[in-house]
């Protein structure tokens, strides 16, 4: 049970564009115990938007990694990439209260505007998008769309917050409550070029959707969750409360990546070792 009674959900949330690693084990059973010690629902989803990036087989890889961990979840198992008219009737809405706006910016393009003002904001992850975009006339975005230059759509974050107010509060189960500053992540994409949502979008509709209570991620989703909170106010979707986790590292200090295959989770199983030992190992 939740402190206010309801069930507790939690959730594991993969990507399937490579194979899972120990940091994933850990970020998965955490939320899993949790769910069981509380007599709560434990949530798979594949979160599979980038339809360039996901692979099937790292898909299934999923299932069968955590199925040797011991974990069980619910199905059918939400499947992002089935649900993307879900996730567009989320960004009407955003158009509706004008707290989006098309982006027609290249990759190229951003870098070279940040390049020209070296003074631009910074956020955790580099430089903000300098919002190039935003200040485009109403008839050059009808324009340019109607002349099908390929566009993204982004968080007007300052139009967000006058409706939302700056004032917006989630709690930590470990920091306690913590004053959003979306600020530092700025006007993020909500739809991509090519994919018609992003994961801010999906991963909001979708916790609120499932009911996730508790939201077990790592920390380096912390930032995330300040947009987070801005969108789930603007969509009047509740906020659930947030477990931030370390990450796990190497012996080198280093940080567990999809990329090092000595450490994903299919080749410990391939080596023998077992699961109760590769959870003593984590926990
Ligand atoms: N799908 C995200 C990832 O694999 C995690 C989403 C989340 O936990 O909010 O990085």
Redesign the pocket.
Known sequence: MTPNGGTMITR????PTGLLHKGHAYSALMAFRAAVAAGGRFILRI?DIDTTRCKPEFTQAIYEDLAWLGLTWETPVRVQSDHFDDYAKALEKLKEQDVVYPCFCTRKEIVAEVARAPTAPHGPDGPLYPGTCRTLSTKERTNRIAAGDAHAWRLDLTAALSITGDNLIWNDTERGDIIATPQELGDVVLARKDTPTS?HLA?VYDDALQGVSH?V??QD?WH?THIHVVLQSLLGLPTPTYHHHGLLTDDKGVRFAKRDKAQTLQSIRESGMSPEALLASLM
């Open positions: 594991f949330a993969p990507s979160e994961y991963v939201v991620r790592g989703l995330a």
